[in-house]
C-alpha cells in the first residue's frame, strides 16, 4: 500500500526548478531515504509532502488525499527541518505545550519518557543548546507528537555516534508496530545506509534512481575466485559482468546475479576457490549510475 504518493511534483523558485517532475511512492511502514548533494532539491521536496509549499504542478497525497491545504492530512504529518525556528527563550517545555495543542497524537507519556531517556533539559533556551542537541530537541518534540509520517531533514546531521544510534533504535521500533513511515534525506549515504529501506537519489530535481535496499544488494554479486587455466570469455555467456579484474591467477568478478547461480556457472571450471565478498551500498550506486549516464562523484556526498 502506498501511503505517500508524490505525482509528478514541481517546484521552481525564479528561474530554478528545485524539483521537476518528481513522481514516487513511499510505502506505509517503510524508512525511505532520499539523497542528493547539496541543492538537489531534497528539502523542497519535503516541505511539499509535508504540505508547506504549495506544488506548481502536481500533488503530494497521504493514503490517497492531497496534503496541501488539507489540515487533516498536516495533522499526521511532522517534518524536523534542517534549521527549525525556534523563539528567542523557547524551551522543550514551551515547544510541547505549542505542538500538543497542534498534533491530537501528543503524548504527555511519550514525551516524559524521551525526556528522561536522553537526560534532556527542559528549562533551558533551546537556542542555547548545541547545534546536536538542539536537533535532538526536535526530535523528541516529533516522536512525542506520534505522527503517522515523520519528515527528516538532515536530521542526524549533528547528532553523536551514541545519540544516533539510539534515535534509529526508537525509528525503528515505531515502523516495525506499524506505527510511523518516515522519509529522511541525507547527503551522506552511509548515514542512512542502516536505516532505510528503500532510496531515492535526486539530482537537480528530478529522481535518477530508487532501490529497495535488501532487493538491490541480492542483485550484484562479488566473488574472488582463482582457476589453475584462464577462465575461457564465454564462461558467463547470457550474465551481465559489471567488471572483471585479474591479478596473477586471481580474478574478482561483480556480476549481475545472485552467488549460487554464478557458483554454478563456474564449478564445471575448477575453481580453486570461490568467495562472496559483499559489495557496500555505495559501490552498487556507482555502478548503477554509471549504467544509466551520471557520474556518481558529481551527484552523491
Ligand atoms: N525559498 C527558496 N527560494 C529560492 N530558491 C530556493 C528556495 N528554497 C530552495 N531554493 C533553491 O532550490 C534548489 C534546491 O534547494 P533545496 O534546499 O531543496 O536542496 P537540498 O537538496 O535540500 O540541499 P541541501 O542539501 O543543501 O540542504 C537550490 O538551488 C536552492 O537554491
Redesign the pocket.
Known sequence: MSMIALDHLTKT??R?R?VDDLTLTVKEGSIFGLI?S????????LRMIAGIYAPDRGQVTLSDAPVFDHERAKEQIFIIC?QPFIQAGENLEDLAHFYSHIYPGFSWDDYEELCQVFDMERKKPINTFSKGIRKLAMIIIALSCNPQVLLMD?SFDGLDMVVRAAVKKLLIDRVARQEMTVVA?S?NLYEIEELCDHVAIIHK?RLILERDLDALKEEFVRVQTAFREPLPDDALAGIEVISRESRGSLLTLIVKAGFSELKERLEPYGPLFLENLPLTLEEIFIKEMEAVGYDYKNITF
Open positions: 523558485f525564479g530554478e528545485a542528493g547539496n541543492g538537489s532539491g531534497k528539502s523542497t521536496a534542517d538532515e534525506t547527503h530535481g
